[in-house]
């Protein structure tokens, strides 16, 4: 479990890093070739496409980070987690849950994120 809780960590920290070519080295060693990662506004496919989304929402969130602020929970090659979007004054700007695929190497094939709290039911 400490190598999953690492490989998420590693890919939080990717998705927040602003240098670009620290960023595709970190999103290289945490997502398979063909991963996909699938955001409520953007989509991104491949280490190239995942980077771009993670410049993306650094231009819009300068100097924030991501945070995991759940366990890691997993079965059967899947894995849930919650995060935080943190700004560099310790405030939230949003929060979430990501499910995502593990291949067989134990890299992420595909992350889906879902922002916000769950909905209450109806």
């Known amino acids: ?16 890093e ?4 620290r960023r595709d080295e970190l999103i290289a060693t945490v997502f398979a070739a063909d991963g996909a990662l699938i955001d409520p506004p953007l989509t991104g496919e491949g280490h190239q496409g995942i980077s771009g989304m993670a410049e ?4 819009q969130f300068a100097g924030h980070r991501f945070r995991r602020v759940s366990g890691v929970d997993e079965h059967h090659g899947y894995v849930r987690y919650a995060w935080e979007l943190v700004g560099p004054d310790g405030s939230v700007a949003v929060g979430g849950m990501d499910v995502g695929e593990l291949d067989g190497d134990g890299r992420l094939r595909r992350v889906v994120g879902f922002f916000g709290d769950l909905p209450q039911a109806a």
Not at 18 to 21: E, R
Not at 56 to 59: H, R
């Open 1 to 16: 479990m400490a190598d999953l809780i690492s490989l998420i960590d590693r890919y939080l920290d990717a998705y927040g």
């Open 18 to 21: 602003p240098d670009k070519a």
């Open 56 to 59: 993306a929402v650094q231009s």
